[in-house]
């Protein structure tokens, strides 16, 4: 008889983080190297932010293209391969807040078959910019076009998630898990913050981008 190996893991496993399915591979399966797709989403509060100007910006990513300016360098490579393509790049609701528009959840889903060093968490600082009227949406297509980074900060790396990676003849075995509980935690933690915070000052922006005034093509390179 087979064992419940989510069940078991799941029980030593910090609450937060769950196995919910499992699949056979043979010993040859590289899960980095085999895959055909990885989809990853960036949930984020509207906070002020233009979604119709996000919207049409997130177009200026697809295709295949030099991402320098949207990466950390690795140091460890002596000719790195900057040349990367997004196959599907939208924002979409996720959960609306009728109260307060400005607190509804929404996500930036982005898929392509390989990423560099920090790749996700550039293009969404600088989508975040844009969205916020702090730089055109012609700057990212300037930025893929010269190839150069500029010195700006990256996204939080709190709302990424990894969130879908497609295998090859892979089928997976959906384990039989109670999510309830984690919602039940994480929506009653929510609606309590949401309540402390009130009709005051939003500042939920804070630490998600770079807000600087200063344009991005303003400031100086980083090698």
């Known amino acids: 008889e087979e ?11 910090p609450s937060h983080i769950r196995i919910l399915g499992w699949t056979y591979v043979g010993l040859e399966f590289d899960a980095r190297f085999q895959v055909l797709f990885r989809s990853y989403r960036y949930f984020f509060p509207l906070c002020n932010m233009d979604l119709e100007v996000m919207k049409g910006a997130c177009q200026r990513f697809l295709g295949t293209h030099n991402y320098r300016g949207f990466c950390k360098a690795d140091r460890t490579q002596q000719d790195p391969n900057y040349t990367r393509t997004i196959s599907y790049m939208a ?13 509804s959840i929404y996500s930036v889903t982005i898929l392509g078959h390989a990423f560099l060093w ?15 009227g702090l730089d055109p949406p012609s700057l990212i297509s300037s930025m893929l076009e010269r ?32 999510l309830g ?21 939003l500042k939920c922006v804070e630490g998600l981008c770079d807000k600087k005034v200063q344009s991005i093509m303003s400031r100086p390179y980083i090698s």
């Open 91 to 103: 924002v979409d609701l996720v959960t609306e807040n009728t109260k307060n528009p400005q607190l």
């Open 147 to 178: 190839g150069v980074k500029y010195n700006y900060g990256m996204a939080s790396e709190i709302p990424l998630v990894l969130f879908d990676c497609e295998f090859e003849n892979i089928k997976w075995n959906k384990a039989e898990i109670d």
């Open 181 to 201: 509980k984690i919602w039940f935690e994480a929506v009653v933690q929510t609606t309590l913050i949401e309540t402390l915070m009130g009709d005051g000052d």
């Open 118 to 132: 920090h790749q996700i968490r550039n293009m969404v600082s600088i989508l975040f910019r844009v969205g916020l």
């Open 3 to 13: 064992y419940d190996y989510p069940a078991m893991l799941n029980t030593v496993l």
